[in-house]
């Protein structure tokens, strides 16, 4: 039976959660992975520790898609282009 590796439904890949008090807590779902593995019959499952390694590769590769989705380019701005300093600088 094939599985696949997509994020997370609790979390929705982020691997953790906010509680009431505002303190992040690891996603119950997926053990703070951000990921979990789904079947053909769409049952889903945790990844277990011991897969870690067989899939670290496509791991990297699907949070990498998820935070482009979100528009993260993984390139740092430049001080003068950052927002908070441009802030500053008129003041």
């Not at 990297?60 to 441009?86: F, H, S, V």
Request: aromatic share 10%; net charge negative; glycine share 10%.
């Amino acid at each position: 039976m094939s599985k696949e590796i997509v994020p997370c439904p609790s979390c929705e890949g982020f691997g953790w959660f906010e509680d009431d008090d505002g303190v992040a807590q690891d996603c119950d779902w997926c053990a703070g992975i951000g990921y979990i593995y789904r079947d053909a019959d769409g049952l889903d499952s945790r990844i277990p520790p011991a897969d870690y390694g067989v899939v670290a590769d496509q791991l990297e590769q699907l949070e990498t898609q998820r935070l482009r989705a979100m528009g993260y380019t993984g390139e740092a701005k430049k001080p003068w282009e950052q927002a908070i300093r441009k802030q500053h600088d008129d003041e």
